[in-house]
């Protein structure tokens, strides 16, 4: 149980172009999903906590007009990379708790995006 | 500032080697301390919640153990699938104090020779 899917795994493209990538939650409902990235040899950083039905809360230093969230379902979010420059390219992971899980209970996570801004 | 510190940064075992990864944590009103396993190039999958000082929980050959300002991953007799980056993260509350916020450490990086 507690399966996140995330997809595409992997997106190269040019710079200027927007990204979008998806994250489900397979087997569970999610009121809360989690973005996250992750820079070689280093931790996951939070950008942003998605909560369904409402805005996106943003962390000190993410641009939220760079990186739109969407949570229009208890299953899916979504993470849209605006107009995308190389210092945009990571590694993205999405979470989530399952059902209205409190904050003590773990987050499972996606396989990433592979993020490459030519 | 709410800090996590894995140690050692990386570590080699010989196959049945049993070992230990550190994590050390300094935080304000922690929720639980998570333990997670990382592949190349995927996500973290959860192995572990811990909640209070003494509390060890098992998993084949993991076993993990918290106290009030560390945790320790003990590896017994690792096999070279063992092999992967081990992150742990805390659940606390952010510098605002008003919100939750799952802070991660930079991992421990074992490889398990056969």
């Known amino acids: 149980g507690a399966v996140v899917s995330q997809h595409p795994s992997r997106v190269i493209c040019k710079s200027g172009t927007s990204v979008k990538i998806e994250c489900r939650s397979l087997?569970?409902?999610?009121?809360?999903m989690f973005w996250y990235r992750q820079f070689p040899k280093q931790s996951l950083m939070l950008m942003a906590t998605s909560n369904e039905g409402s805005k996106a809360t943003y962390e000190q230093g993410v641009e939220k007009d760079k990186f739109l969230i969407n949570h229009a379902s208890l299953t899916l979010s979504t993470l849209t990379v605006t107009s995308a420059h190389p210092e945009d390219s990571s590694f993205y992971i999405c979470?989530?708790?399952?059902?209205?899980?409190?904050?003590?209970?773990?987050?499972?996570f996606g396989d990433g995006t592979r993020l490459s801004i030519l | 500032e709410d800090q996590v510190t894995q140690s050692p940064e990386a570590l080699r075992l010989q196959e049945g080697e049993s070992s230990s990864l550190n994590c050390s944590y300094t935080?304000?009103?922690?929720?639980?301390l998570f333990w997670y396993r990382q592949d190349p190039g995927k996500g973290p999958e959860f192995l572990f919640t811990l909640y209070s000082a003494g509390e060890e929980k098992e998993k084949e050959r993991l076993k993990a153990t918290l106290t009030k300002k560390e945790s320790f991953l003990h590896i017994t007799a690792p096999k070279p699938e063992d092999s992967a980056t081990y992150l742990c993260a805390v659940q606390a509350r952010d510098s605002g104090g008003s919100n939750y916020k799952l802070t991660f450490g930079k991992g421990t990086l074992l490889t398990v020779n056969p």
């Open positions: 979470s989530a708790r399952q059902g209205a899980a409190r904050e003590d209970q773990p987050q499972h």
């Open positions: 087997d569970f409902q999610a009121t809360t």
């Open positions: 935080v304000s009103g922690l929720r639980g």
